[in-house]
């Protein structure tokens, strides 16, 4: 388990990151917006436009799932049940906590998991 400490230093990278991706989104928005209204001269323009809104739209779209699992996240640490394995209720590993501070599952269950998606 997890101490006070650990936990605590969790929630802090977490509310970072939430912080972080909350600016990108914003900016990325506002951006897309900029686009719209943009007098775009001729097709390649429009072409290099639309590449590059469609790039956009896929990495907000990725970071609004990395918020959603933040707060899910931050929630657990709230209801004690962080770093906790949502398929076999075991511990998840610190080290995969410090890589991907979101984890739902341990090593063994999210394989489980993406072969089952598969």
Not at 12 to 20: A, C, E, P
Not at 66 to 81: C, R
Not at 101 to 117: G, H, L, P, V, Y
């Amino acid at each position: 388990m997890l101490t006070q400490e650990e936990l605590k230093e969790f929630e802090n990278k977490l509310l970072d990151r939430r912080v972080q991706i909350e600016r990108n989104l914003n900016g990325t928005e506002l951006e897309l917006e900029g686009m719209r209204n943009l007098d775009l001269n001729d097709e390649g323009d429009y072409a290099a436009a639309s590449a590059e809104t469609a790039v956009d739209s896929a990495i907000l779209e990725q970071q609004r799932k990395e918020l959603a699992e933040i707060d899910l996240a931050l929630d657990k640490i709230k209801k004690g049940t962080y770093g906790i394995c949502e398929m076999c209720e075991e511990p998840i590993g610190k080290a995969r906590l410090e890589v991907k501070n979101f984890a739902r599952f341990c090593i063994t269950c999210r394989e489980i998991n993406e072969k089952e998606q598969q």
